[in-house]
């Protein structure tokens, strides 16, 4: 580990290798967000725009990361997101983050597009994994797959709100990428160009959508996707949760909640908890950065509602940053896509000990003991604090 730290201090070291390791449809699949990328760029600036106060002679401070959110202990406020496809970016990449995640005790959450299904990620995340669900047209099958999810050990249910029609992805429209990949001469000489990738790609198989598939085996494959596509974004509307609440008796947290009347919505509706999120910069590239409606949201549902945070995360100073400006928890996505890729499993371990030490770190500056003190560290915009008298 302490050799793979000097080769990859942080994430974009990672980054870094990632992207001369994997193919270019597999990278702009990884990368892309939609439209210019505007959505990207302004989670990553207005995340660097927040500041937080360092504070001196705090004397001898016992830090613990450790934190509890919808009644789980997990050892760090951070987790793994869902990514839809993670076996295309590394071969069994699914399991490889469930099994960092029981080790490191931290959630991961499976989508219900990965590449793995829930009977074979939940023994391996030992009770660390939330399962991510798109609600579905065929209330036959949401039933089916909600069912199998909770029988293979996934207590919470993440619910993706954001997409009520797949967005444009013109990045990864121009590399040729598609879902299964198909043999064309263009991604052949891709594969050729990047054998690590393609060895790692044969020793595990071409990646499908497995929890779904077996739904449309009668659909032709040229077909398939298209029909898995319009059953998963049937643009639900809000007495959704209650026809998911019906047959989940688990936790429900919505993810992809960028307004305030959304949010209290979601709190009205019965929802345990929000997850607030722009999905990465990749729905709607007009789309405010996630941090930058965060302390409103916060606002909206008062102190005590859970909120988990992504979008733009990369450093345990980022992770610092959602905390004190309203969040429970902080998830990220492409940092662990980047670290998978970079080296598989070993990276991945390294991914979860650079954004602790990152964190542990930034906590010491500002006196910090917990994640919950992290508030008052925020450096208030210039305008919101109270005048002081001199
Ligand atoms: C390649 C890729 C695939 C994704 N697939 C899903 C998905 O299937 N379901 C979902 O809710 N979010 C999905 N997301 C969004 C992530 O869960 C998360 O919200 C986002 O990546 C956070 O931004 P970050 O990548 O800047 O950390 C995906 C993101 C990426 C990059």
Redesign the pocket.
Known sequence: MAELISSFPAISDLRAKARRRLPLFARE????GTGLDHA?ER?AADLAGVQLSPRAMRGPVTRDLSTSFLGQDFSVPFGI??????G??WPGGEKVLAGIAAESNLPY?L????TQTPETIGPIARGRGWF?F?PMADKEIQKDVLSRAHGAGFETL?V?V??PMMSRRERQMRAGFQMPPRLTPRMLLQALLHPSWTRAVLQVGRPELATLTPYFADVAAAERMAEIGRQLHPEPAWSEVECIRAIWPGKIIL??IMQCDDARMAVAEGADAI?V??????QLDAAPSSISVLPGIRGAVGKDFPIIF?????SGLDIARGLASGADFV?????F?YALAAGGHDTAQLCVRILRDELENVMAQVGAERPADLPLALVKPKGTEIAQVA
Do not use: C
């Not at 999120?277 to 990749?282: D, L, W």
């Open positions: 699949f990884m990368e892309a990207v989670n997101a869902p990514v839809g496809g993670t295309m970016i959450t989508a219900s597009v990965a991510q798109y993440v993706t954001d997409v993810k992809g997850w999120s722009n999905h990465g910069g990749r992504d979008s733009g995360v990369r998830m990220l996505g492409r940092p896509l």
